[in-house]
């Protein structure tokens, strides 16, 4: 470099550097305040993400469905906006409950979602609650059925809609021991079923009810002839079911193939709709626990108005998974609204304060352990099914005291949750 | 006691039979092509759902049709697809096809939806049989006629058609067939045509009794990957033998270890290859050594 390039070059003091970077702080604080506003206005108008993990794909891919659609309807009826803000749905698959909780991760930390609302089964729901507690975020199941998820296995992040297996016995067992005193259980081999034939043994074995046999089946099982063939050496009175999905559709057609239907009653908690419609009016049988009905004249008129929506998009009857889906994601919004902000905490406690009325029953999470506390129906198929898709009689709608409520499911002394703090 | 294990072991045969069906394509796809077919289980519910649309359109027996259109279906997935695998790296069989049946079942739940659809078999075979111990439906014993028919026809074909031996003698040269001025590509998709026939015609046949859904696949796929290596792979009465023998194993861990039931196949399969490693049948193929 010539002597004469080194005379015009800049010479950069300590102080002016100094200087500058203060400048520029300032300037920077001025231009968020008054100079570029829009920078600011841009951040917040950012939409407000919701996540949703259902399936996909795979065996309950039918019932995720409804539900997806029903939480998606919750949106699109408050026109797609939160807090003023546009707001969108973020929805992952849930394969396994390993890929489950992976995509909570994936929502929680790739897209910054303030919520999350789903798990088709328990051992999915199981791992996301894992995931939420960790990362601070709510989460509400809807389906999950497992005891722990609201049990031991409870925290201050997790809400679950669907009742577990122990409270759908209290309202379905006494039905099955007026059937008869010989049971014979046939139950899944994952979390809920093995709640379930927990539960029933429970009932059975405080009510003078012996179990005649009990199996336990793995999920996806295609052929239940040798297992029917087995029940029906037991000649039970009762048989108390516990499968999930499309395998209860299987196990019914296979149950009428053999002749069976109409000789020993069938029973089983927590079905869906969907569950029944995939037997066809010839095999559909049995006494069952359901959350919702949409032929139900009791329902509310906010949820009519959701099914008729839901019917009128989709060209086919809300199941109730569907209105399960639409529930909990209200509960996650109304809380959003309620809590006027989309930090975590203030929706928990939102949420611990949400509530609906639903005909004698304010409908709501307990603040001890996250469960909603909500009506069951117990139904049973039509004796003629003429509709495609009116297969229930409603023979009740349990509970609706809040006595009954404590009885059905259980006092806080009975509860496994030792719910933490945020 | 002695009455439920002959209950369960009929049982089990016909469950068995049922097995073999979506097995023995497998094995045939296998021996003559060297393709290891995921997708035959989609082969499997794409036969079960055209069976269902078929017949609530025209009635039971046009339902019948539903095995041929598989197999035209197949013929066309070969000839566009799976033609160009030949003489490749064996993963690249086993990506395709997965991918495959993926889409399939994807296009099955956007056609059909995801919910399970109701499927009865015909009114003229319902109810069902009861023979001391034994109790098995009219329409297990139509399924185990076909399928027994099924296996024979396809076996006399192989064995005394002229077609049948150039599909025998592809399947261990090829290249000598083809220097014979046979026409080897049109009887390799064939060969695969018909083994998504058979596929179809156990979709057809397990509709009514299964739950016909987009996700029925994984419920013929692994025991027929199972049944094929227990078998030994390429091999027509391996496949059948290891089909009857999963069946009644099946059926005999349920009346005593019901938990155990889906592993059994498994550990069945563990111990035969301890002892067998090639399966039952298996011989040794040059061109896969």
Not at chain 1, 119 to 143: D, E, R, T
Request: hydrophobic share 50%; aromatic share 10%; net charge neutral.
């Amino acid at each position: 470099m010539s002597s004469n390039s080194s005379r015009h070059a800049i010479k950069i003091t300590r102080r002016a550097l100094i200087g500058g970077a203060g400048g520029v702080v300032l300037a920077s604080a001025t231009a968020s305040e008054f100079g570029m506003p829009y920078i600011r206005s841009a951040a917040a108008s950012d939409p407000i993400k919701i996540g949703m993990i259902y399936a996909k794909t795979g065996a309950v891919a039918d019932q995720a469905e409804y539900m997806a659609q029903g939480s998606l309807l919750a949106l699109e009826a408050r026109k797609n906006s939160l807090l003023g803000r546009q707001a969108e749905v973020i929805w992952l698959d849930e394969p396994t409950s390993q890929a489950a909780q992976q995509n909570a991760e994936r929502l929680i930390g790739e897209h910054k979602v303030v919520g999350i609302v789903g798990g088709s089964l328990s051992p999915s729901a199981l791992a996301i609650s894992a995931v939420v507690k960790k990362a601070k975020l709510p989460f509400v199941a809807p389906n999950a059925g497992a005891i722990d998820l609201t049990g031991r296995l409870c925290n201050k992040y997790t809400f679950r809609l669907q009742p577990p297996a122990d409270v759908h016995t209290r309202v379905l067992a006494p039905y099955c021991a007026g059937l008869g005193k010989k049971w014979y259980l046939i139950t899944a081999a994952f979390a809920f079923g093995q709640d379930i034939k927990r539960s029933f043994t429970e009932f059975a074995a405080a009510n003078g009810i012996t179990i005649v046999g009990a199996d336990e089946v793995p999920v996806n099982t295609a052929d239940y002839s040798s297992f029917i063939l087995k029940i029906r050496a037991a000649k039970p009175d009762v048989v108390v079911g516990g499968v999930p999905g499309s395998d209860i559709s299987t196990f019914l057609k296979q149950w009428n193939e053999l002749g069976m239907k109409g000789k020993i009653p069938f029973a089983e908690i927590a079905v869906g709709a969907t569950d029944l419609w995939g037997v066809g009016p010839e095999a559909a049988d049995g006494l069952f626990t359901l959350n919702w009905y949409h032929k139900n004249p009791n329902n509310p008129p906010e949820e009519q108005a959701m099914a008729a929506s839901y019917e009128q998009k989709y060209k086919r009857p809300a199941a109730d998974k569907a209105w399960m889906g639409w529930m909990a994601m209200n509960a996650m919004l109304d809380s959003i609204e309620a809590a006027k902000t989309t930090e975590p905490g203030a929706i928990v406690n939102a949420l611990e304060n949400w509530s609906v009325q639903r005909g004698g029953v304010k409908a709501g999470y307990r603040a001890f352990d996250h469960q909603m506390v909500n009506r069951l129906l117990v139904v049973g198929i039509k004796p003629k099914i003429t509709d495609k898709w009116d297969y229930f009689d409603i023979l009740a709608e349990t509970p609706s005291t809040d006595r009954e409520i404590e009885t059905v499911f259980g006092s806080q002394a009975q509860s496994a949750c030792k719910m933490d703090k945020l | 006691m002695f009455d439920m294990i002959v209950s369960q072991a009929v049982n089990g045969l016909v469950l068995g039979f049922l097995y073999v069906l979506i097995a023995v394509g497998l094995s045939v796809i296998f021996g003559m092509l060297g393709i290891v077919n995921f997708a035959h289980g989609a082969f499997f519910a794409i036969g079960a759902y055209l069976a269902l649309t078929l017949s609530r359109e025209f009635g039971w027996a046009a339902a019948l049709g539903a095995p041929i259109i598989t197999g035209l279906i197949g013929v066309f997935v070969e000839v566009a697809l799976i033609r160009r695998l030949y003489g490749q790296e064996p993963l690249l069989g086993l990506i395709l096809t997965f991918a495959l049946a993926l889409f399939a079942e994807a296009i099955l739940r956007l056609v059909f939806g995801a919910a399970p659809l109701p499927f009865s078999p015909p009114r003229v075979l319902s109810g069902f049989v009861e023979y001391g111990p034994i109790l098995i439906t009219k329409y297990r014993i139509a399924v185990l006629v076909v399928t027994v028919f099924a296996l024979i026809a396809f076996w006399s074909f192989l064995r005394y058609t002229p077609f049948g031996r150039i599909i025998r003698a592809g399947s261990r040269d090829a290249e000598m067939v083809g220097l014979l001025g046979i026409n080897l590509p049109i009887a390799l998709s064939s060969v695969f045509g018909i083994g998504c026939l058979l596929a179809g015609l156990a979709g057809m046949l397990a509709g009514p009794l299964w739950t016909v859904n987009p996700s029925m696949a994984a419920g013929a796929i692994m025991p027929a990957f199972v049944i094929v290596t227990i078998g030994g792979l390429g091999s027509y009465a391996g496949a059948i033998i290891a089909g009857v023998l999963v069946g009644v194993v099946t059926s005999m861990t349920i009346q005593f270890h019901p938990d155990w039931s889906s592993a059994a196949m498994y550990i069945l399969m563990a111990i035969i290859l301890l002892v067998r490693p090639r399966g039952l049948f298996g011989e040794k193929w040059e061109r896969f050594e």
